[in-house]
């Protein structure tokens, strides 16, 4: 029932939002030009930056699932896809959305391309460069993406990387803004592997006025760089960090429990002692009866049992199937942000609740408990 309250409130307030600021038009993202931007990191973005490719999103996934349009914005242009990685939904979204948008996606493994057998990454760099208009490429070592950037003319996307996994974080936000209306003022729980995600996570969220609680086992803590670049953003944006071991006191009063997987692609030898070392990481209802009144799940996938239990993932709190499918509308918000300069229809997203906003819910938190 307080859940349901929950989604009643929430969708009021989204309504609310949808008219509330409507500074519609090239002048709301005129002060912000990302055309020819790689992406490699969030690190390299501020709030500035990462807002307008939300906002591109939404449009698209309202104007083209929503309206029906047809929005061939990418029409004549070309993405040279490298994955050295299995994937299903990068792959998938980055296909279907750059072909829905009137552009040509190709698809090359290694098996496909001489990179990495016999021509180097640099003449790689160049030949894409003038036979593509952007390279998304997911590689193992991040240090290839460097590279790849360095010398190619066209922009390089991460389509993840052993450090940073940031066309994920952006489906990630994307989602959160869609679900509770505005971003600033939430805590973000993770619990599980100091990963790439995390690394994501930890570049943009205190940017955006997101707090974070991080639990992990021992020796499976965020790279200490990354942690070092995250403590600096939190006291710099006034947001909370806390880098903890028990998943119970990071999901306490948080909005948003996150994990993932606990062994990633190349980690397979490690998987017993894996399994052994998360033992008591697995989110269940028990880990979410700590957590604020309106939490809710993500998740990036694929999923492991081990990781959430059934009654969390398939459950309403569970928002891990749109965050799938707002994969594909943040890639093509962000290729249609550095491949043209359009401009969004859709009023301006409000990533911050009104006062008053927040007096609603207080009191509508504050009946239920009275009930
Ligand atoms: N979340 C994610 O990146 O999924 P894929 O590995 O299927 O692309």
């Known amino acids: 029932?307080?859940?349901?309250?929950?989604?009643?409130?929430?969708?009021?307030?989204?309504?609310?939002?949808?008219?509330?600021?409507?500074?519609?038009?090239?002048?709301?993202?005129?002060?912000?030009?990302?055309?020819?931007?790689?992406?490699?990191?969030?690190?390299?973005?501020?709030?500035?930056?990462?807002?307008?490719?939300?906002?591109?999103?939404?449009?698209?996934?309202?104007?083209?699932?929503?309206?029906?349009?047809?929005?061939?914005?990418?029409?004549?242009?070309?993405?040279?896809?490298?994955?050295?990685?299995?994937?299903?939904?990068?792959?998938?979204?980055?296909?279907?959305?750059?072909?829905?948008?009137?552009?040509?996606?190709?698809?090359l493994t290694p098996q496909d391309i001489h990179l990495g057998v016999n021509e180097s990454t640099t003449d790689t760099a160049r030949v894409l460069s003038g036979l593509a208009d952007v390279v998304l490429a997911r590689v193992y070592s991040h240090s290839s993406l460097e590279h790849l950037d360095i010398d190619a003319s066209i922009p390089v996307i991460n389509g993840l990387s052993d450090l940073y996994h940031p066309i994920q974080v952006l489906a990630d936000l994307s989602t959160l803004q869609e679900h509770y209306g505005s971003l600033k003022g939430l805590t973000l729980a993770w619990i599980g592997d100091g990963n790439n995600v995390l690394h994501s996570f930890m570049m943009s969220l205190a940017k955006l006025g997101v707090n974070l609680k991080v639990a992990t086992p021992k020796g499976y803590e965020p790279d200490a760089n990354v942690t070092q670049e995250a403590q600096l953003l939190s006291k710099q944006f006034g947001t909370k960090l806390q880098f903890l071991m028990d998943p119970m006191e990071a999901a306490r009063h948080s909005s948003v429990l996150v994990t993932d997987t606990w062994v990633s692609m190349g980690q397979e030898e490690e998987k017993k002692k894996r399994l052994k070392d998360f033992h008591g990481y697995q989110i269940t209802m028990q880990t979410g009866s700590v957590a604020a009144p309106d939490w809710t799940f993500l998740h990036c996938l694929p999923r492991k049992a081990e990781e959430v239990d059934d009654e969390v993932f398939y459950s309403p709190r569970s928002l891990v199937f749109t965050e799938a499918e707002n994969h594909k509308w943040t890639i093509m918000g962000l290729m249609v942000c550095i491949l043209t300069d359009y401009t969004p229809q859709i009023p301006k997203l409000k990533f911050k609740k009104n006062m008053w906003e927040k007096d609603i819910k207080n009191r509508i938190l504050s009946s239920v408990c009275h009930l």
Request: overall charge positive; aromatic content about 12%.
């Open 1 to 107: 029932f307080t859940y349901l309250l929950h989604l009643t409130h929430n969708s009021v307030i989204n309504l609310s939002c949808a008219f509330y600021d409507y500074r519609v038009g090239k002048a709301a993202l005129d002060s912000v030009n990302l055309e020819g931007r790689s992406f490699l990191t969030l690190k390299d973005f501020n709030a500035e930056e990462i807002k307008p490719i939300l906002w591109v999103s939404a449009d698209l996934k309202h104007r083209i699932k929503h309206r029906g349009e047809y929005v061939p914005l990418l029409q004549g242009k070309s993405i040279a896809m490298i994955f050295e990685k299995r994937s299903t939904r990068t792959r998938m979204a980055t296909e279907t959305g750059f072909s829905l948008l009137g552009g040509h996606p190709c698809f």
